[in-house]
């Protein structure tokens, strides 16, 4: 069975860093693509960046020299880096373990941040 499990979220004033985990088991992440997503109360969710199999990755507009993503294939961690934070930042934020094509197989149960102003 395939667990992803997001941690350290947190309140956080604007202008603040936060850094969110993601631990991956029962499938290795050596291979995929992994994926941070966010919601935010009352909008759908939105890619924020990707960690490709390579080590590559590609960010949002919104999020782009702010957040960065890292990726341990040894621990099956996933990190993600947010500096700068804006209240507009605040949303729950998902990993996801990439599938075949553009799918997305697997995805945490999500970590909550918010920013204050």
């Known amino acids: 069975q395939v667990q992803l499990v997001e941690s350290g979220g947190g309140l956080v004033q604007a202008g603040g860093s936060l850094s969110l985990s993601c631990a991956v088991s029962?499938?290795?992440?050596?291979?995929?693509?992994m994926g941070w997503f966010r919601q935010a109360p009352g909008k759908e969710r939105e890619f924020v960046g990707i960690s490709w199999s390579g080590g590559s990755t590609n960010y949002a507009d919104s999020v782009k020299g702010r957040f960065a993503i890292s990726r341990d294939n040894d621990k099956n961690m996933v990190y993600l880096q947010m500096n700068s934070l804006k209240p507009e930042d605040t949303g729950v934020y998902y990993c996801?373990?990439?599938?075949?094509?553009?799918?997305?197989?697997?995805w945490g149960p999500g970590t909550q941040v918010t920013v204050s102003s």
């Open positions: 029962g499938r290795a992440i050596r291979g995929y693509r």
């Open positions: 996801a373990q990439g599938g075949i094509g553009s799918r997305y197989d697997y």
